[in-house]
């Protein structure tokens, strides 16, 4: 099975850019080099280079391994735990009011 190239538009490109540059400033405050991280994730340093840059085509999975070596693993949980919009449409549900 072909896998499709993911298309972002730019304001959520900007987005996962800006993940990349924080798992970036995280490796340098650490004092990793791009070598150390990669190998310890199990990625190729060009994949680490990809992440760092934010590019969508990288697996969540060598997201999530970089993540672990940096000792951030944890801020996985983060992702989609506030979901103030599906709160707000099950109490409606709940409460019997439709909009």
Do not use: C, H, W
């Amino acid at each position: 099975m072909k896998s499709r190239k993911q298309i972002l538009f730019p304001k959520y490109q900007k987005i996962l850019e800006q993940v990349g540059e924080n798992i970036k400033l995280a490796r340098k405050r650490r004092k990793y080099t791009t070598i150390q991280v990669a190998e310890r994730a199990n990625i190729d340093r060009s994949t680490l280079y990809e992440i760092e840059k934010g590019n969508s085509s990288v697996s969540l999975g060598a997201y999530f391994n970089t993540l672990r070596v940096l000792g951030l693993q944890d801020d996985f949980l983060k992702l989609a735990a506030d979901d103030d919009y599906g709160r707000k449409l099950q109490d409606l549900e709940l409460t019997g009011t439709k909009k």
